[in-house]
């Protein structure tokens, strides 16, 4: 069972920075590739960045390319999102996901098994 749980979001302001953990309870975390998406409100959830199960691969938004870094500890079962730079159009709701999908399809947003609760994230200007 994935129980995926997020932390660190809340108010910064432009330019600076956040780092968001999302934390799995189960005991199957390494089996998965992990996402993490953004919704705004009446907009549609879009992935801005997904690891490998290994970690050894990410792939990114485009929007988020040189700013985000997604990360994941296997030991801690434990994924994390790094974010720099941030700008007021980042302001959105955050969630992680976890996919039992091959990494080929990680930015696909329908691939997902798994979702967490989400954690808000403000950019003020």
């Known amino acids: 069972q994935v129980q995926l749980v997020e932390s660190g979001g809340g108010l910064v302001q432009a330019g600076g920075s956040l780092r968001l953990s999302c934390a799995d309870s189960g005991r199957s975390f390494s089996s998965y590739v992990m996402g993490w998406f953004r919704q705004a409100p009446g907009k549609e959830r879009e992935i801005i960045a997904a690891?490998?199960?290994?970690?050894?691969?990410?792939r990114y938004r485009d929007s988020v390319k040189g700013r985000f870094t997604l990360s994941r500890d296997n030991a801690k079962n434990t994924v994390y999102l790094q974010m720099n730079s941030l700008k007021p159009e980042d302001t959105d709701v955050y969630y992680c996901?976890?996919?039992?999908?091959?990494?080929?399809?990680?930015?696909?947003?329908?691939?997902?098994?798994?979702w967490g609760q989400g954690t808000q994230v403000t950019v003020s200007s």
């Open positions: 690891v490998s199960r290994s970690g050894g691969s990410t």
């Open positions: 996901a976890a996919s039992s999908t091959t990494f080929a399809l990680s930015m696909r947003a329908n691939g997902y098994d798994y």
